[in-house]
């Protein structure tokens, strides 16, 4: 026999009095069931390794291998990030990954008026292939994989690394990595441009006409949402954005007379991971859904490996605070382990100093750490997309690729992603989301962890990493000796050869590599380039 409560002992079930939304947006249900999915790309989820690749671009995914665990680095002289380098390889980092400097990403060397009080304060600097010769040293080329966030003067850093890896006997075609060499998303978000966009997507496609024949096991570009959402977008804008901006380079890149798959297996895409674990989750496989579709359907791409979306990931950047900073280690834990389940091929994980400065050793330890132990401790690595057959996983999943695609159309109406970032399109539609971020937390509506509630008072700094301000002098005298003991005629033999090659039509890569074999620096190079193309003014309106 049972019996029924008395109605006045009843408990109702309450939830917070909150929207329970993700950052895009999308409503969350309170639970989810079978019929949830059920939009038009339900059923099209596939096997891994198999078209559209939502649960994984191979087969086996981390059954096979680990993603590659590749920590950002490089601070100061090249001598110091070799040394932090030669640190993480020995601590089991499996790939580096190459932070360079202010003046580096614009195009100046370190003794340029323009670097004053820059030099490698937010990475390291490398003016000439000395600087790159050291940053490498006793790091064999042929058996590392080097990825290297350098965007407007990205020819001209490869150059240097195909140049030093033939000093060390190491043919171009052995050398494995990335170059980010994204264009389009500095324009939206970041601003280490140096030429208009014609020259650049130029640039861009010459690095991909020369790596297909001379250096093949070379990723040309990195397709970067990172830095879009640190600007402040949404996971569902994240997605739409950096793929609009993949779908420019490939039409560039036929334009230019390249067959989409003799190219396009060399794409990379780069993402951030936040701490929606759920949506994060589900953008990446929505990603690559969508990526799978756009390459087949609108490309024509015939080759399974052209449909593929291979992308390496680092922990969110701007999610992290300076207040209570060790706080920071359970965010980027939680943020890499959305990533490993979400299948990246390769990983960054951030340190918990970040917020503060650049980051110190143990910092960093303990980040590289946090990946060991996702890969090792926790099993999610052992099985094929683990959150596969999630009613909640699928259905953000299918959502994510529709509200994308709605504004891929949008901005294909306009003419593709350069008509809409020049027409401030993509621009407005991330200041908006950020700023509604911010309100969302002034309000307290957003709660961060120690930030706007749960706070201490009298908080203890930890030890951060100061860049000594006497490394600036040092490279300067550095530049000064190479200048004095160079042969300067053919520098200036060749910067004529290169201006007059820019004003063509030809490949410039294989005339920027003989230019840094002959110490033409970056500095000189860029000068000469922008005496040709130009350099870039936004429009700016108040």
């Known amino acids: 026999m049972t019996t029924t409560r008395p109605k ?10 909150v929207r329970f939304t993700t950052s895009s947006d999308i409503e969350l249900k309170r639970l989810y069931k079978p019929e949830d999915v059920t939009s038009d790309y339900a059923g099209e989820i596939g096997e891994a390794g198999q078209y559209p690749f939502t649960r994984g671009v191979q087969p086996t995914m981390y059954r096979g291998r680990f993603w590659t665990m590749r920590q950002y680095a490089g601070y100061a002289t090249a001598e110091e990030s070799n040394a932090r380098y030669r640190y993480l390889l020995e601590q089991g980092q499996t790939g580096l990954s190459v932070a360079f400097d202010l003046p580096t990403q614009i195009g100046y060397d370190a003794d340029d008026p323009m670097a004053l009080g820059e030099v490698g304060k937010v990475g390291v600097s490398i003016s000439s292939i000395h600087d790159m010769a050291r ?3 006793q790091i064999p080329l042929d058996k590392v994989s080097t990825s290297m966030t350098i965007n407007a003067p990205a020819t001209v850093l490869l150059a240097m690394y195909i140049a030093v ?3 060390q006997g190491v043919s171009a075609d052995q050398l494995r990595g990335t170059v980010q060499n994204d264009i389009l998303k500095e324009y939206i978000a970041r601003g280490t441009y140096i030429f208009p966009p014609a ?14 024949t001379d250096v093949p096991q070379w990723n040309t570009i990195s397709i970067s949402g990172y830095h879009i959402r640190e600007a402040g977008c949404t996971a569902v804008q994240e997605v739409a954005f950096t793929l609009a901006n993949g779908m420019a380079y490939v039409q560039a890149a036929i334009d230019a007379g390249l067959d989409v798959d003799d190219f396009a297996p060399q794409l990379s895409f780069f993402f951030n991971a936040h701490n929606q674990f759920l949506e994060e989750i589900a953008k990446f496989r929505a990603a690559r859904k969508l990526w799978a579709m756009i390459m087949r359907n609108r490309f024509g791409a015939k080759n399974p490996r052209s449909w593929q979306l291979k992308f390496h990931t680092q922990t969110g950047g701007s999610t992290l605070t300076a207040q209570q900073p060790e706080n920071n280690i359970v965010r980027v834990a939680l943020q890499a382990l959305a990533a490993v389940m979400g299948g990246t091929q390769s990983l960054h994980t951030n340190s918990m100093d970040e917020a503060l400065a650049l980051p110190t050793q143990k910092a960093v330890q303990v980040a590289l750490r946090t990946q060991q132990i996702i890969a090792h401790e926790t099993g999610v690595a052992d099985t094929v997309d683990p959150l596969a057959g999630s009613y909640a996983i699928e259905s953000l999943t299918d959502e994510i690729v529709k509200r994308a695609e709605e504004y891929i159309r949008k901005i294909d109406d306009m003419g593709g992603a350069l008509k809409a970032i020049e027409a401030g399109y993509i621009n407005l539609e991330i200041q908006d989301a950020a700023y509604q971020y911010l309100q969302a937390v002034e309000s307290g509506e957003q709660i961060i962890v120690g930030m706007n509630q749960f706070t201490v008072e009298g908080e203890v700094q930890p ?5 000594n301000p006497a490394i600036e002098a040092a490279q300067r005298e550095k530049l000064a000796e190479m200048r004095a003991k160079r042969d300067n005629t053919k520098v200036n033999e060749l910067r004529g050869q290169l201006e007059a090659a820019a004003k063509g039509k030809e490949n410039l890569m294989p005339l920027l590599v003989t230019c840094v074999e002959n110490e033409v620096t970056l500095g000189e190079i860029c000068h000469t380039l922008r005496g040709v193309f130009g350099e870039y003014r936004p429009n700016v309106s108040i």
């Open 135 to 137: 940053l490498f040293d």
């Open 199 to 212: 020259p650049s997507l130029r640039l861009i496609t010459d690095l991909f006409a020369y790596c297909k």
């Open 165 to 167: 890896g033939k000093q």
């Open 463 to 467: 030890d951060l990493l100061r860049v």
């Open 8 to 17: 006045s002992t009843e408990k109702k079930a309450q939830e917070r009095k």
